[in-house]
Nanobody, 121 residues
Framework: QVQLVESGGGSVQAGGSLRLSCAAS?????MGWFRQAPGKERVGVAA????????YYLDSVRGRFTISHDNAKNTVYLQMNSLRPEDTAMYYC?????????????????WGQGTQVTVSS
């Protein structure tokens, strides 16, 4: 069983930055971030396999968001720059134990509670 503890959400103005953190207990192979806006589906934002061996991004965040994994702490970070109002959502950390990694739901077995990110214009 893997437990995930998220932190770092908040409210910022458009163009601002936030960094999300997610500490994992237990063994993980793929870790990622998903987001869900009210009334919309949960969407994969970014994922990382192993110790930053491979990373995956939603097209709309590529170049603005950076995912990284600290292997020693088993913590994944999502640095979010140039935030836009459309980035507003609940952000969820997720962890998978398969060798496959991508920003798709079925890769991930364990989920965090979520942290709210609100970007105002």
């Amino acid at each position: 069983q893997v437990q995930l503890v998220e932190s770092g959400g908040g409210s910022v103005q458009a163009g601002g930055s936030l960094r999300l953190s997610c500490a994992a207990s237990g063994n993980t192979k793929c870790m990622g971030w998903f987001r869900q806006a009210p009334g919309k589906e949960r969407v994969g934002v970014a994922a990382v396999y192993g110790n930053n061996y491979n990373t995956y991004y939603l097209d709309s965040v590529r170049g603005r968001f950076t995912i990284s994994h600290d292997n020693a702490k088993n913590t994944v970070y999502l640095q979010m720059n140039s935030l836009r109002p459309e980035d507003t959502a609940m952000y969820y950390c997720a962890a998978g134990t398969m060798d496959h990694c991508d920003i798709v739901l079925w890769v991930f077995r364990f989920w965090g509670q979520g942290t709210q990110v609100t970007v105002s214009s």
